[in-house]
DNA sequence: GCACGCTGATGACGACGCGGTATCGAACCC
DNA sequence: GGGTTCGATACCGCGTCGTCATCAGCGTGC
């Protein structure tokens, strides 16, 4: 049963004329009486009474005509839903974070793709930077938003903005009483540090630091994360370095403070397989660097 | 989107793999891959991502699959339905009867008919010969069982019984205790008749027996069916002749007599269009047929 | 009542597209 | 790094579609 003559018979059976049909498909007659027997001696049915100069359809012909039209219509909603789904605006799109993600200009992000996007399917999840590599490369994920960037062979990253560290105080620190404080004045206090694994962790990142700056904390406390860490903080264990958007969250009993001295900062960055080739993809990529673009001018 | 691109895609998207699915569809693997990247161009969507060995299918190419394999089964399905209608056991058959064929073959062939076809639909309604020949004319319905025929330039008739008439007395007649009786002796009787139109009329039949017997009934009752005549013989309003199978049905206080005389009995027909060419008509013939002939052996 | 017109079927021909074989190019594997 | 596997490309022959021309049957009208 080619398409073309279920086509041509819904023609046909609509005008009951082979003419007016013709006309409307924009052939010839001849064509048409042919492409219809064709179809009935496909099927090995009748399709058409043409006992009469005014032609009629069969029983089996009337149930032909419901049923071609039924899959005509559903090829033609096939084919606008395909190519939505190509263009990226229908669909899903995996997206996979770190925590300290949340603070930023991802939400920004997520709500201008949501926005332009409307009926495309953002399954959102947190992961460690480890878990996103793993789940990226195994296209578990399409995106990995982390912290700084994940280096791989498969995988390309693309850096989604860069933050300065920000010194994180108790708010009945001494310290706050200074305006500005050099990093390495702090060799004393206890620092709330990060997991040490995986290499190259943020623990790493800050320990680089202090380096940096000629000293080693002396005490070291740990956390899971900068929620952890800004908890700890509040209760006065120590003072704790975080990427400055982390401060726009705020916490009773925190103070956040500018600080002196070698400030590389740290970067969020997405991920995703070089080999990926979904539209969805490059949409989120780039409303990602529209929304950073734009926040950068403020 | 030409259909035999469905099916390659099909057979590409379950086997994820160009030469094995060419080799399940019979063709080789460059004329498979060609017929996917035309239908590829013609939605301007990738359905396949070719960039490992190991294929796979985009989103597009997996909303396409499902919607692919429903619509060519639904295809099939369709293939089928039409199929069966046009051979006869799906559909729908509209027959019209005379009410006095509801005793004799007719029940008997409706039923072989449902059993030989019980997925066909059955439209039966009673109609006077009149009424029957307009609707048969009009396509309003495909066969007419008419008593004894409908004659029409449009109209093909054929022999469904022939039956001999038959005396419908009252029980307490004095004419029972005879063994046979002469027509011409019942002249004195009163004759329950049938409405005169539409001409030729059974009525007409009737007297023309009565005719050829050398008599004219001289007193003479209407009846408008068998029924009611029976039911005025039973009340001794008079005599009727019926057709003999109208004697199956039993009624109080009626007794039915062969007769001695001029019999020509009266016909059933069926009747339908000359150029009515469904199968299911010719297959209710078929069936007719059959009946008849069974129930004459007997 | 016969001729004309309308409508669908049939015949002949050119063009496009499909499938076949041969071959290429890239990725993967040892 | 050479061999193997797999999809893409090139080219060719044939089938099928669409076109024009024409036929055949039914209905209609003067």
Do not use: W
């Amino acid at each position: 049963m080619d398409l073309r003559r279920l086509v041509y018979f819904v023609a046909v059976a609509e005008e009951l004329h082979f003419g007016r049909a013709a006309s409307r498909l924009a052939i010839a007659q001849p064509p048409l009486s042919r492409q219809i027997a064709q179809l009935e001696s496909d099927l090995g049915v009748m399709l058409i009474d043409r006992s009469r100069s005014q032609i009629r359809l069969t029983q089996a012909g009337s149930v032909l005509l419901e049923r071609a039209r039924d899959v005509l219509e559903r090829l033609d909603r096939t084919h606008r839903e395909i190519k939505r789904i190509g263009e990226g605006f229908s669909g899903h799109l995996r997206v996979a974070f770190v925590g300290s993600a949340t603070y930023g200009v991802l939400p920004n992000v997520i709500k201008a793709f949501r926005s332009a996007y409307p009926d495309v399917e953002l399954a959102l999840s947190a992961m460690n930077n480890a878990e996103q590599k793993r789940a990226v490369i195994q296209r578990e994920i399409d995106i990995a938003v982390a912290r700084p960037s994940l280096e791989d062979e498969e995988l390309k990253s693309e850096p989604l903005l860069q933050e300065p560290l920000i010194l994180a105080l108790s708010d009945t620190s001494p310290l706050l009483e200074r305006q500005v404080t050099r990093l390495s004045a702090l060799k004393a206090e206890t620092f709330v540090l990060y997991p040490r694994k995986p290499r190259p962790s943020f623990a790493d990142h800050i320990l680089s630091i202090c380096l940096e700056e000629g000293f080693i904390p002396k005490s070291q406390v740990l956390a899971q994360d900068y929620q952890t860490a800004i908890s700890l903080v509040s209760v006065g264990v120590g003072i704790a370095l975080v990427p400055k958007s982390v401060s726009q969250a705020e916490r009773p009993g925190v103070a956040y403070r500018a600080y002196e001295g070698y400030n590389p900062g740290t970067a969020l960055s997405l991920n995703y397989r070089r080999d990926n080739r979904m539209p969805h993809l490059f949409n989120f990529l780039k409303i990602a660097q529209d929304v950073t673009r734009r926040q950068r001018k403020q």
